[in-house]
């Protein structure tokens, strides 16, 4: 990972320290130190279209641009279905005197806590920060009457599927108290929880809160933070058995509770269900896949409902001990986005893959303090926009708002009336009737 950024201006200037660190292949060439220079400088213009762009996705999105956004909106922040309390407690818990899918999940639990370092060496751990590289593309999108196979429809996939590349910074102190810092192709995304409200900023919206209480970011539990995923699956139950890339699993599964997507609905969108999957090795105790699924429902202005639901998918791999702890330094996630309700012609689905490594990991940062974890001052929660046409924190804008992102294309039009942007872990969405 490059963590300095040479002068753009000056061959022979001072490097300038990145707040994200950017992947080494965006400055690796064949011609010289020059073209390492313009390799950033493009990079660093989220406005440029690449021409090593898929053109038929560019043609759906309408752009570079807007795919990116896409795939930061649902891919980049995602946060898992409820909070978790930052408990001074034993991880380790009875099991007696309970279901046998409860205690069967509480003893696959622990046996996760050993596996990972033990509950000593977790209970060591004040905060923590990680470092890393993604690679993000949009692989397949599909739209069209009645089923994505439909030969009325759009089907469109990304036969090079060459990705976006970026790198990512998180710091953590407690479940509740986190930062990203997330950097793809030019775009930054910023997300975080400073223990009373979960945030999110990028260059598209404004600065705006989760609706509900705060809930950690995903990709903590995508092998990064044990303690958190052991202490989310400690309410879980077993549901059965399932083999994972040649390994034999448990499944936990664990739902969010009704207050909890009561909090994070209001008049317009609703949360259905929320639910998280963990996939536990019966070899080596640890954490082999993660999966949850989000189902939203939207009220539409000609009072019929609009359904999206998001399925991700993530093979976590690459465990390697850090401070005598057991972290995930790699791994794939898979995302399916899928629009239905309505009339057939206007279902949709749009698959993004995104591939992490992890570079950096270290406990206990000096002077990591609660300051860190502040929520930016342009931050506006639904309470303080009330009497406004548009609403952020699960949120329904004005007829005459603009998209986040679009989906287009020349022989399949969808009038944006019908099409919902949707911020799916703050159930901010957005609805315009201008045709796309």
């Known amino acids: 990972m490059k963590k300095l950024c040479p002068n753009l201006d000056r061959e022979d200037g001072l490097e300038t320290v990145l707040e994200v660190p950017i992947p080494e292949e965006i400055l690796t060439h064949k011609s010289g130190t020059t073209k390492a220079w313009h390799n950033m400088k493009n990079w660093m213009k989220p406005n440029a279209e690449s021409k090593s762009s898929s053109a038929s996705m560019a043609a759906v999105f309408g752009g570079k641009n807007t795919e990116i956004q896409l795939l930061l909106g649902v891919v980049g922040a995602p946060l898992i279905p409820s909070p978790i309390a930052s408990d001074n407690q034993p991880i380790t818990r009875s099991i007696k005197d309970q279901h046998i899918e409860v205690s069967m999940a509480k003893y696959i639990v622990k046996q996760y806590v050993a596996a990972v370092g033990g509950e000593r060496a ?230 993004m893959e995104e591939v992490w490594q992890v570079e950096e990991v270290d406990f206990n940062i000096k002077g990591l303090s609660i300051d860190c974890f502040l929520p930016p001052s342009d931050l506006k929660r639904e309470e303080d926009k009330e009497g406004e046409e548009a609403e952020c924190g699960g949120v329904v804008s004005s007829n005459n708002a603009k998209l986040p992102y679009k989906i287009r294309s020349a022989s399949f039009r969808i009038s944006a009336s019908k099409v919902a942007a949707v911020n799916l872990d703050d159930s901010c969405t957005s609805e315009s009737d201008e045709d796309l």
């Open 122 to 351: 977790l209970n060591c751990v004040d905060s923590m920060y990680a470092m890393g590289q993604v690679k993000m593309a949009t692989s397949e999108f599909s739209a069209g009457e009645g089923s994505v196979n439909s030969k009325k429809g759009v089907k469109v996939k990304n036969l090079q599927m060459k990705g976006e590349m970026g790198g990512f910074v998180v710091w953590q102190k407690r479940p509740e108290l986190w930062c990203l810092e997330l950097v793809v192709s030019g775009y930054k995304i910023s997300a975080g929880s400073d223990g009373k409200v979960a945030w999110r900023q990028t260059p598209w919206h404004h600065s705006h809160a989760s609706r509900g209480p705060p809930r950690p970011l995903r990709r903590f539990l995508q092998g990064l933070d044990p303690r958190s995923t052991a202490n989310l699956f400690s309410n879980s139950i077993c549901i059965g058995e399932k083999t994972v890339k040649n390994e034999d699993c448990f499944i936990l599964k664990l739902e969010a509770e009704s207050s909890t997507l009561r909090a994070r609905s209001n008049s317009n969108v609703e949360i259905v269900r929320h639910a998280v999957w963990g996939y536990f090795s019966q070899r080596t105790g640890l954490l082999v896949q993660l999966e949850d699924s989000h189902l939203l429902k939207l009220k539409s202005h000609e009072n019929e409902s609009i359904y999206w639901e998001t399925s991700m998918e993530s093979l976590i791999q690459d465990y390697r001990t850090v401070d005598g702890i057991q972290i995930a330094h790699a791994g794939k996630t898979w995302v399916s986005l899928f629009r239905f309700g309505g009339g057939p012609e206007t279902h949709s689905r749009a698959l």
